[in-house]
């Protein structure tokens, strides 16, 4: 448990599930972490990217962003729907702070005495569905990336008559068993045949909301003409291809690798669209600024900028504009000489300056 004054869905609760790691070294440059307890393979970049179709930028925090107590903090930053940051994931080098707090020592092979431990703690928690919520969803509701969707597909069997109703779920079960046979990402494809007894239009918003990928529908006139009626989440609800069945079937799997590409590509649209190099104080002001302070546009976004500030210049900054700096990005793309946006010291990099959640 812990106390949230402005608690948010899935991204600040009061109680919430983490997926947590911990190590113990017996150094700080202990040849299993290539020298770096802290390491960035630790950080879920690849699984954001592969899984959630969410690009990341990977990063070190600041001293004054890093996790209290910790000696290094790295993290993967997000940009979702409205162009804040999401801090999808930490690994944090704990030094020894918490070994001697907590008592984690051995026996020293050197000394024969006690050494405390050096210890690292990583992971990732629910707020990685808010995340993936507020990277993908729309104003109808969630769009799952198919590799991590609980249903794949679903089959919504249109029986207007009751004489052609059985005939109908007969067929919808069967393609529903033939899918399940053909396989995505390694394992077998995941579908649901919607037999509640409700009317069609409600059972279509309903599967649009929860995001399922791929909407099918059968009736009597598809059955007779052997054709599938599909819908794409990634499409407009209005949008419906009618399909020969066998040619659906066949390319079922190539359909779903599309849609989970189509998400990564939007997102990282989305980013590299609102993310800027920004060099002086007044368009830094201009970017995170709303035209419209009582009713605030959607704004703002990535914004890399030289820094050699202080904590407490970044705390100005914080209080003026809302922002913080979400990393000290990885990489040569990050690296160049300039001078900090704030007090004009020397620079060899660009951090990203976000208002996040």
Same mark, same amino acid.
């Given at each position: 448990?812990?106390?949230?004054?402005?608690?948010?869905?899935?991204?600040?609760?009061?109680?919430?599930?983490? /997926?947590?790691?911990?190590?113990?070294?017996?150094?700080?440059?202990?040849? +299993?972490?290539?020298?770096?307890?802290?390491?960035?393979?630790?950080?879920?970049?690849?699984?954001?990217?592969?899984? &959630?179709?969410?690009?990341?930028?990977?990063?070190?925090?600041?001293? +004054?962003?890093?996790?209290?107590? @910790?000696? $290094?903090?790295?993290?993967?930053?997000?940009?979702?729907?409205?162009?804040?940051?999401?801090? @999808?994931?930490?690994?944090?080098?704990?030094? /020894?702070?918490? #070994?001697?707090?907590?008592?984690?020592?051995?026996?020293?092979?050197?000394?024969?005495?006690? $050494?405390?431990?050096?210890?690292? #703690?990583?992971?990732?928690?629910?707020?990685?569905?808010?995340? &993936?919520?507020?990277?993908?969803?729309?104003?109808?509701?969630?769009?799952?990336?198919?590799?991590? @969707?609980?249903?794949?597909?679903?089959?919504?069997?249109?029986?207007?008559?009751?004489?052609?109703? $059985?005939?109908?779920?007969?067929?919808?079960?069967?393609?529903?068993?033939?899918?399940?046979?053909?396989?995505?990402?390694?394992?077998?494809?995941?579908?649901?045949?919607? +037999?509640?007894?409700?009317?069609?239009?409600?059972?279509?918003?309903?599967?649009?909301?929860?995001?399922?990928?791929?909407?099918?529908?059968?009736?009597?006139?598809?059955?007779?003409?052997?054709?599938?009626?599909?819908?794409?989440?990634?499409?407009?609800?209005?949008?419906?291809?009618?399909?020969?069945?066998?040619?659906?079937? /066949?390319?079922? #799997?190539?359909? &779903?690798?599309?849609? /989970?590409?189509?998400?990564?590509?939007?997102?990282?649209?989305?980013?590299?669209?609102?993310?800027?190099?920004?060099?002086?104080?007044?368009? &830094?002001?201009?970017?995170?600024?709303? @035209?419209?302070?009582?009713?605030?546009?959607?704004?703002?976004?990535?914004?890399?900028?030289?820094?050699?500030?202080?904590?407490?210049?970044?705390?100005?900054?914080?209080?003026?504009?809302?922002?913080?700096?979400?990393?000290?990005?990885?990489?040569?793309?990050?690296?160049?000489?300039?001078?900090?946006?704030?007090?004009?010291?020397?620079?060899?990099?660009?951090?990203?300056?976000?208002?996040?959640?």
């Amino acid at each position: 448990m812990r106390w949230e004054m402005r608690p948010r869905l899935f991204l600040r609760t009061a109680e919430f599930l983490w /997926q947590e790691g911990h190590t113990a070294h017996e150094s700080a440059e202990d040849e +299993r972490t290539g020298g770096n307890p802290a390491d960035a393979r630790r950080l879920p970049g690849p699984s954001s990217r592969e899984h &959630l179709a969410i690009p990341v930028i990977p990063g070190e925090k600041t001293e +004054r962003e890093r996790f209290p107590g @910790a000696l $290094q903090t790295l993290t993967v930053e997000a940009m979702v729907g409205d162009r804040k940051a999401i801090q @999808a994931g930490t690994s944090h080098f704990l030094g /020894q702070n918490f #070994s001697k707090a907590a008592g984690i020592a051995f026996a020293s092979r050197d000394e024969g005495g006690k $050494q405390f431990a050096w210890t690292t #703690s990583w992971g990732v928690s629910t707020r990685m569905i808010g995340t &993936l919520i507020m990277a993908h969803g729309d104003d109808d509701g969630v769009i799952m990336p198919p590799r991590v @969707a609980p249903s794949q597909a679903v089959i919504i069997p249109i029986t207007p008559k009751p004489e052609t109703r $059985q005939g109908v779920l007969d067929a919808c079960d069967a393609l529903a068993e033939t899918l399940r046979n053909q396989t995505f990402d390694g394992q077998p494809i995941r579908v649901e045949v919607d +037999r509640r007894d409700i009317g069609g239009g409600a059972k279509t918003w309903d599967w649009i909301k929860k995001g399922v990928p791929v909407r099918i529908e059968i009736g009597p006139r598809d059955l007779e003409n052997r054709k599938v009626a599909v819908t794409n989440r990634t499409d407009s609800h209005r949008e419906k291809a009618f399909l020969a069945k066998e040619e659906f079937i /066949q390319n079922f #799997s190539e359909r &779903l690798a599309d849609i /989970q590409l189509e998400l990564l590509r939007r997102a990282t649209a989305l980013r590299d669209d609102h993310t800027r190099k920004i060099d002086n104080m007044d368009e &830094l002001v201009a970017f995170f600024t709303p @035209a419209d302070k009582e009713k605030p546009e959607i704004h703002g976004g990535f914004a890399l900028c030289h820094w050699a500030g202080s904590s407490e210049d970044e705390e100005k900054l914080q209080q003026d504009l809302k922002i913080t700096i979400r990393c000290i990005p990885h990489g040569d793309t990050y690296a160049e000489e300039g001078s900090c946006i704030l007090t004009g010291e020397p620079s060899q990099r660009r951090v990203v300056f976000a208002k996040s959640y």
